[in-house]
């Protein structure tokens, strides 16, 4: 339904189903009334505003391409509040809107990169290196934890 939407100038005309007359709504209250209240519609408005594909999108936040699928689905997981600023960060969305839709709806235009490299980090993760970090990505806290356990995280346990 939302194909059929034309939007002119300051007011955007909805075709009505049975052959009648358009129905004109402004562009504010379309927002507020079937964008703003729906997470899952909001994540895909970023994504759509940056002019980008979900695979694109999930390279750039670091991601699988099913991840952000999930959080434009009806029934599908929410961002966390990490990957909703890399998102906001990344599509120009303000914060606030996307996480709540309330709030300026666009803060920024979309920047190309979420962050620069931090300092004192110049080489390219290597393959492994990569590999490695999309793994660790994808464990639960728990796991994390039992992971780094595992391998010794510098000092992070108690000592005896």
Not at 6 to 22: E, L, R, V
Not at 96 to 122: H, I, K, N, Q
Request: net charge neutral; aromatic share 6%.
């Amino acid at each position: 339904m939302l194909e059929s939407l034309t939007i002119h100038q300051s007011q955007c005309y909805w075709p009505h189903s049975h052959g009648g007359p358009a129905i004109s709504v402004s562009p504010l209250s379309f927002h507020a009334n079937t964008v703003s209240n729906k997470l899952y519609l909001r994540v895909r408005q970023a994504r759509e505003h940056a002019d980008l594909t979900q695979e694109q999108l999930a390279a750039e936040l670091s991601l699988t391409r099913s991840a952000i699928a999930q959080w434009e689905m009806v029934d599908g997981t929410s961002p966390s509040v990490d990957n909703m600023i890399a998102l906001a960060l990344r599509t120009g969305m303000g914060f606030e809107f996307l996480a709540t839709g309330r709030g300026p709806m666009f803060v920024d235009d979309p920047r190309p990169r979420v962050a620069e490299d931090g300092p004192g980090y110049s080489h390219e993760l290597t393959e492994q290196q990569r590999r490695l970090l999309e793994r660790f990505d994808g464990l639960s806290p728990r796991q994390r934890t039992g992971l780094l356990d595992l391998i010794g995280d510098g000092g992070k346990r108690k000592r005896r």
